[in-house]
């Protein structure tokens, strides 16, 4: 096992318990801090796939600023572990088989990833720096790149109407 | 292109205009121009003068069916301003930034529609969504419309996760975004990432169509919205998310359909006997047509299932007649202070124009021959024949077209059979005419649906 392997592991091992103790947590405020380190497990992944840039915007974006506005949420719904309202249980019986098939077919997709080995890191070790990607980004796809200030125009437009004071 | 660009452009035209004009009423006529100027840059394209030649790299395909559909769209844009634009402006304090959002999503609206890119696709689908999560919390003062809004919100989001779930197995299968890349064939190697892609995007694009069993936020969704915005979303927003679903379908999945057509059976046989079964119960005329577009949903899903040379004719046929049918009830039902079915009482008296618009727009719902959705049903049926659809399913079908007689002839016996109160609509002269313009464009695509519109296609 090589330095690779091992910190595959530890990462994914993190990442796992990371996002259980999140699922399974009373505490909401408990929740969001293992969510935290389930995106810190994850950038560390993207790292080992050579993927720094995204790493960093992951961990800018997401642990920073979307933390933030979790626990602003949190705190000002004032939510509590005993306020939690309870679940019909036949509800979380449907959804636990629901959520079980769809996971069965993923893990039985992934078996097949023995096969997939042979494809990856053929693109080289320059494909996740922002150097490359700035690039990339300003010619094969500057179409969608573009067409992404539509989508935030009409987002801010959007809460400008709802959020307006006054009617 | 030019659709994707000029409504982008008016778009933000619009938000500024709500700065500098103070005159409330500019909004709507501001906005009808917009929906002019979208339509003829739409038909200049279609005849070879756009904008940008470009197709950026593969990200787009300017192929005669999407063009087509969306001058459909646009058209019916036009009616749908016509008719409502008073409405529109009338929901609350910022007309000029709700017709903003309008124009926001008829760009997602083109992208959709002459997409070749998964990621294109991705950003549509999101321009059409953010845009109505706001519009359909735009009468703030009303719980209802908080509710649905909220709802459409988290559940939007949802399926959002599950579409781009879906694009990552796609392109861990494939390497690629692109639908011709993504056209695959039994027995390729990585066929399981593949087919779990076409599954989760399959119940993403479901929940976006509100086709059975991914229909439960639709009847709250459409029943707390303002009605003018239900009156979008259920039209060419619906329209606009099936020519996607076609295209994802027929364009890359075609050589899996024996895979994903089992489901897809299920699907529809679903979307129908829930939308049409439940609409028959309800007692309100709006919630009515929030059951009543889950079951048209069904029949443009027999669409999407024969995937072959029939389909795109079926679709835009269909889109056609049922973006105006429901654009033409709804706006009858915007002026209705009483959105019952006993508000609809003794209306052909009091206004005979009105209750005969929507006696033929409930007629081409029905599929009702000479208008459009006697047609619309029957190409659609016929695609699905061809693509060799077990004949039950076919007969399923047009055994719960009969039940959908019986709900939407409850609105004409209350308008001719019934004595009403004395409720007064407001109706301008333009208003009229717009809606004599719907009932002969019903016609005319019921009586010539080839000369009309499908030839359109083909020609040239």
Redesign the interface.
């Known amino acids: 096992m090589n330095i690779t392997e091992i910190l595959f592991w530890f990462l994914s091992a993190l990442a796992l318990t990371g996002a259980l103790m999140m699922v399974t947590g009373k505490n909401p405020v408990y929740s969001v801090l293992w969510l935290i380190v389930v995106f810190f497990a994850i950038s560390g992944h993207y790292i080992l796939l050579n993927a720094q840039f995204l790493a960093i915007v992951n961990l800018i974006v997401y642990a920073g600023a979307i933390m933030v506005l979790f626990l602003f949420v949190i705190m000002l719904m004032n939510l509590n572990a005993d306020n939690e309202p309870q679940k019909n249980k036949w509800l979380k019986f449907a959804g636990l088989i629901a959520g079980g098939s769809l996971l069965l077919?993923?893990v039985?997709?992934l078996r097949?990833s023995d096969?997939?080995r042979t494809?990856a890191l053929q693109t080289g070790g320059e494909i996740g720096l922002i150097h490359h990607l700035g690039k990339v980004l300003f010619?094969?796809?500057?179409?969608?790149f573009e067409?992404?200030s539509?989508?935030f125009?009409?987002?801010i437009?959007?809460a400008?109407?709802?959020g307006?004071k006054?009617? | 292109m030019n659709l994707i660009l000029f409504s982008a452009i008016w778009g933000v035209g619009m938000m500024l205009g709500g700065l500098f004009i103070k005159n409330r009423s500019a909004a709507k006529n501001m906005a009808l121009l917009g929906a002019l100027l979208l339509t003829s840059g739409n038909l200049l394209e279609l005849n070879g003068f756009a904008v940008f030649k470009s197709d950026f790299n593969g990200m787009l395909d300017y192929n005669r069916f999407g063009l087509l559909y969306l001058t459909v769209l646009s058209v019916a844009l036009i009616f749908y301003f016509l008719l409502s634009g008073k409405e529109i402006e009338a929901v609350g304090k910022h007309p000029f930034e709700y017709f903003a959002l309008l124009f926001f999503v008829m760009s997602g609206v083109g992208l959709v529609a002459l997409f070749n890119n998964l990621l294109v696709l991705f950003l549509g689908i999101e321009i059409i969504s953010i845009p109505l999560y706001i519009l359909t919390g735009s009468d703030k003062r009303n719980l209802k419309s908080n509710e649905a809004a909220l709802k459409y919100f988290l559940m939007g989001a949802f399926s959002t996760g599950i579409f781009l779930l879906g694009i990552a197995f796609l392109y861990g299968g494939s390497g690629s975004f692109r639908l011709q890349d993504l056209m695959l064939q039994q027995g390729d190697q990585y066929i399981v990432l593949l087919l779990i892609g076409v599954v989760l995007l399959l119940i993403s694009l479901s929940f976006k169509v509100s086709a059975a069993p991914f229909h439960f936020w639709t009847p709250d969704v459409y029943d707390g919205a303002p009605t003018v915005f239900t009156s979008f979303m259920a039209t060419i927003v619906k329209a606009a998310f099936f020519i996607g679903f076609l295209k994802v379908f027929s364009g890359a999945f075609s050589g899996l359909s024996e895979n994903w057509r089992p489901s897809f059976t299920i699907i529809i046989v679903l979307t129908l006997l829930i939308g049409n079964i439940t609409a028959v119960y309800q007692q309100s005329v709006k919630r009515m047509l929030a059951y009543s577009s889950i079951a048209q949903a069904g029949f443009m899903l027999f669409s999407v299932y024969a995937s072959n040379d029939l389909a795109e004719q079926s679709l835009l046929l269909y889109a056609a007649a049922y973006c105006l049918s429901t654009i033409g009830l709804f706006a009858v039902l915007i002026k209705m202070n009483d959105y019952t079915f006993e508000g609809f009482n003794g209306l052909a008296k009091k206004e005979p124009l009105l209750a005969f618009v929507a006696s033929v727009c409930v007629f081409s719902l029905a599929g009702i021959p000479l208008t459009a959705g006697f047609f619309a049903k029957f190409y659609v049926l016929s695609a699905a024949m061809k693509s060799g659809a077990n004949l039950w399913l076919v007969i399923f079908a047009v055994i719960m077209a009969a039940v959908s007689v019986y709900y939407y002839f409850r609105i004409i016996a209350a308008m001719y059979f019934k004595e009403g109160g004395e409720q007064v609509l407001v109706t301008t002269p333009v208003y009229k005419w717009a809606l004599m313009l719907v009932v002969v464009l019903i016609l005319l695509l019921g009586v010539i649906p080839e000369s009309a519109l499908l030839n359109w296609l083909v020609l040239y």
């Open positions: 077919i993923l039985g997709a097949q096969a997939l494809q010619t094969d796809y500057v179409l969608p067409l992404t539509i989508l125009l009409s987002a437009v959007g400008v109407v709802i307006k006054g009617d």
